[in-house]
């Protein structure tokens, strides 16, 4: 039944989305392409989880990545078409895709989806704001993508309450992902095809199956005779090439994987500490005074939610998250961060921005007196609030005019244009 009836959405909103987003055609067919895979990937793991019992976390991650891949896939399409003038559309959809990320939550999957779907309908009533009185596909675009995690949310909800099913007395897995999806999608979907798979892909396991088997690698090898060795033949050394020479002559050392180190949630005195967090936008910190600091470190693709009055918040390399506050006694800085949003309720005398690449700063009618200081960052942008409750996107300068003058330098700074 929960197979069927993840299937059952795929044939029915999903579908519906996919030909209203090729009837708008451009960035948006292309994102809905991804999006088509995203629910195919998800959908291949569905099955595979009514087949199998549940793996360790590690092997988990492993038959995860094929769904997680589209869902990046997705984002990045975004932030490379800043320009598009679909831009709110690929907004609304890179924003709320996480949803399908409900496979790897428990016990409440159903309100994550939830969580997801408000966070994309801001651009979606962008969308509809904007294209009610011009096309309504555009309209039955935003309102189908809106249906469909409402419908995902209950389809979680009736059939993976507490957290993804899996099948109790079903094979345990063997450490491999389930097949890849079928490149021409489910019977109903035969025109929707996906890319076709990477050619190398063989090649490389046959490469990585040859250095796994350690040692036994270097049976194969000949020995190099005293005839063949460079050292003790001039005639050789002198012909052949000159060899490269990488370091010193105690050869490279090998890096040193990376340690994706635990998520971090918790209060340390006057400071609370959101560290290492992935796909959470269910972050809120609640009861922080007045003169308490709120500092969030790597997190990625997650949302910051800060209640009550605080003195500061510094959001330091994160990377797709976003910080939900009220009010500020003294800055909100953003230090080494890529594509982060913020939103003040209240006032927030300053924001402070160092090395960041993209930066959406919503702004409230109380913090129009805000200062901005920037420094070595692109991509930043102030939404000035209206009467109307709509905003109005200002870009800040990123480029400067220095002149020689008789009292030294005189720069002046380059307004954006268009």
């Given at each position: 039944?929960?197979?069927?009836?993840?299937?059952?959405?795929?044939?029915?909103?999903?579908?519906?989305?996919?030909?209203?987003?090729?009837?708008?055609?451009?960035?948006?067919?292309?994102?809905?392409a991804l999006v088509l895979s995203a629910f195919q990937a998800?959908?291949?793991?569905?099955?595979?989880?009514?087949?199998?019992s549940?793996?360790?976390?590690?092997?988990?991650?492993?038959?995860?990545?094929?769904?997680?891949?589209?869902i990046q896939e997705i984002q990045t399409?975004?932030?490379?078409?800043?320009?598009?003038?679909?831009?709110?559309?690929?907004?609304?959809?890179?924003?709320?895709?996480?949803?399908?990320g409900w496979v790897a939550v428990s016990p409440t999957p159903a309100p994550y989806v939830k969580e997801s779907n408000d966070t994309g309908q801001?651009?979606?009533?962008?969308?509809?704001?904007?294209?009610?009185?011009?096309?309504?596909?555009?309209?039955?675009?935003?309102?189908?993508?809106?249906?469909?995690?409402?419908?995902?949310?209950?389809?979680?909800?009736?059939?993976?309450?507490?957290?993804?099913?899996?099948?109790?007395?079903?094979?345990?897995?063997?450490?491999?992902?389930?097949?890849?999806?079928?490149p021409c999608g489910l019977p109903p979907m035969d025109d929707l095809c996906l890319a076709p798979a990477d050619p190398d892909a063989t090649n490389r396991s046959a490469l990585f199956a040859e250095i796994n088997r350690g040692a036994d690698v270097t049976k194969s090898l000949k020995k190099v005779s005293s005839d063949m060795q460079t050292h003790k033949n001039p005639s050789i050394r002198s012909s052949g090439p000159a060899p490269a020479v990488i370091g010193n002559s105690s050869g490279v050392s090998a890096p040193k994987p990376a340690v994706e180190k635990p998520p971090v949630f918790a209060r340390d005195g006057k400071k609370w500490l959101v560290e290492n967090q992935k796909n959470n936008t269910n972050l809120v910190v609640?009861?922080?005074?007045?003169?308490?600091?709120?500092?969030?470190?790597?997190?990625?693709?997650?949302?910051?939610?800060?209640?009550?009055?605080?003195?500061?918040?510094?959001?330091?390399?994160?990377?797709?998250?976003?910080?939900?506050?009220?009010?500020?006694?003294?800055?909100?800085?953003?230090?080494?961060?890529?594509?982060?949003?913020?939103?003040?309720?209240g006032k927030v005398p300053t924001i402070t921005i160092d090395k960041t690449d993209g930066c959406q700063m919503y702004l409230s009618k109380d913090s129009l007196t805000t200062e901005i200081v920037t420094s070595k960052s692109s991509e930043l942008n102030v939404m000035v609030p209206?009467?109307?409750?709509?905003?109005?996107?200002?870009?800040?300068?990123?480029?400067?005019?220095?002149?020689?003058g008789p009292k030294g330098l005189n720069t002046v700074v380059i307004e954006a244009s268009g």
């Open positions: 039944m929960s197979v069927q009836g993840f299937e059952d959405l795929m044939n029915g909103p999903l579908t519906t989305f996919v030909q209203l987003s090729n009837q708008i055609g451009g960035d948006v067919a292309t994102q809905a998800e959908f291949q793991f569905i099955k595979y989880a009514s087949e199998h549940a793996p360790s976390d590690s092997e988990k991650q492993k038959l995860l990545l094929p769904t997680s891949t589209k399409l975004r932030e490379k078409n800043r320009g598009s003038p679909f831009f709110n559309h690929l907004s609304a959809i890179s924003e709320s895709i996480p949803a399908l801001f651009y979606t009533n962008r969308v509809l704001k904007e294209w009610k009185e011009k096309n309504k596909t555009h309209v039955e675009w935003a309102r189908t993508w809106v249906q469909l995690l409402v419908d995902l949310q209950a389809y979680v909800k009736q059939h993976h309450t507490t957290g993804l099913v899996w099948a109790k007395a079903g094979t345990k897995p063997s450490g491999g992902p389930p097949p890849p999806p079928p609640d009861g922080a005074e007045m003169n308490n600091v709120v500092y969030i470190f790597k997190c990625v693709n997650s949302t910051i939610t800060v209640k009550n009055k605080i003195n500061s918040i510094v959001m330091d390399s994160c990377k797709k998250s976003s910080v939900v506050f009220e009010s500020l006694v003294s800055s909100a800085e953003f230090i080494n961060c890529q594509s982060v949003q913020m939103q003040v309720l209206k009467a109307d409750g709509d905003y109005s996107e200002y870009p800040i300068p990123e480029q400067f005019k220095t002149k020689i």
